[in-house]
């Protein structure tokens, strides 16, 4: 029989159940405040709760580290060494920068660290400040975290470069690890809000949402990875905006001017990569430019600190101005979702030694 102890008294060898409420308002979409946790054996919690699915453990976990870990509570190892875990699991993208590890070494080779270091402290202090008046241990206030786009925008407005496609920008450890707590937060969130609304319309395929850990974040550039790529290889805006199977020579491209790409705000990588960068491709044909080009992005994104800043601000964003963010298709919804509040209760075991 399982234990039901409260998150923050789980121990080594000890087995338990994490339950919590993400609280929110109604509309198209829901659009999360709060989260709380409860006790396991709480009777707020309703029998019909979501239960072990990945989404409600990875959001679950995530909280409670950023709570533990801010407050010292003596779990947060544990828990981080689980969310962690879970992460590596769930990352699919990691063949994608093993391919091409020679290519992203060689660009880091190029470009010079940015010095950051008083933009950087002041992120440091801010971060200190917002989780201070976000967590508590009973939970985490999602609309006071957002108090942090602000931060993040003024120090990406600090840097030399834009954030795209930036591998210069390498953060201080501390930094780094509370923007990845954050963000597992919000993401995870972000999905288990997906799932639940999925559930909301029957799992209508016309209506149903989804998440997508690399193009919901390029739709901030103008267009999924694809359309990126392609406005950087590709002839017209015909074919970008079709996705043209048709491929050209990169001296094609050219004949695209940029006032085209402007005009549909899409992001030339030829701009943002750092030079000398022809040789990263140098006698590749198209289509292998294009796949390097995709590949980069994905590492960029996932795997730098630049993009996990880039992320993490998406995330703050949609929290500030509600998941149509993500979803803008919802705003033709007439009515409300239906729903203003999650509970999850999830079954973790802790097996290893501390």
Same mark, same amino acid.
């Given at each position: 029989m399982m234990n039901t102890v409260p998150f923050?008294? !789980? @121990?080594p060898g000890q087995s338990g159940r994490l339950a919590y409420q993400v609280l929110g308002q109604d509309g198209p979409i829901m659009n999360p405040q709060n989260i709380r946790y409860l006790p396991a054996d709480s009777g707020e919690l309703p029998a019909n709760a979501m239960n072990t699915s990945a989404s409600g453990l990875t959001a679950g976990l995530a909280g409670a580290n !950023?709570?533990?870990?801010?407050?010292? !509570? @003596?779990?947060?190892?544990?828990? *981080? &060494?689980?969310? *962690? @875990? !879970?992460? &590596?699991?769930?990352?699919r993208l990691q063949e994608t920068v093993d391919r091409i590890e020679r290519k992203v070494d060689y660009i880091v080779s190029k470009v010079d660290r940015i010095d950051v270091q008083v933009a950087e402290n002041n992120l440091r202090h801010a971060l200190e400040y917002v989780l201070r008046q976000a967590v508590s241990s009973e939970g985490v206030d999602l609309r006071v975290l957002t108090g942090l786009r602000d931060d993040i925008k003024k120090f990406n407005d600090s840097l030399s470069s834009s954030l795209v496609l930036n591998f210069g920008l390498r953060l201080s450890s501390d930094i780094r690890g509370r923007l990845q707590e954050i963000y597992y937060l919000l993401y995870g969130v972000r999905k288990l809000v997906a799932q639940r609304y999925n559930m909301a319309v029957g799992g209508d395929p016309e209506r149903i949402i989804t998440t997508n850990p690399t193009d919901d974040y390029f739709s901030k550039l103008g267009g999924n990875l694809d359309i990126l790529v392609s406005a950087t290889t590709t002839l017209s805006p015909v074919q970008i905006k079709l996705i043209d199977k048709k491929r050209i020579t990169k001296r094609s491209a050219s004949l695209l001017s940029e006032q085209s790409k402007k005009k549909m705000g899409l992001i030339d990588f030829d701009d943002c990569l750092p030079e000398p960068h022809d040789e990263i491709f140098e006698n590749e044909d198209i289509e292998a430019t294009e796949k390097g080009l995709s590949d980069l992005g994905c590492a960029w994104l996932h795997h730098s600190d630049a993009g996990l800043l880039f992320r993490t601000g998406a995330e703050l964003d949609a929290i500030a101005k509600g998941y149509e963010y993500f979803w803008p298709q919802l705003k033709e919804e007439a009515t409300p979702c239906g729903f203003n509040q999650i509970d999850v209760v999830t079954d973790l075991a802790l097996i290893e030694t501390v």
């Open positions: 923050d008294k !789980l @121990g !950023l709570i533990c870990s801010f407050l010292t !509570l @003596g779990v947060s190892v544990y828990i *981080a &060494r689980q969310v *962690a @875990g !879970l992460h &590596r699991k769930m990352d």
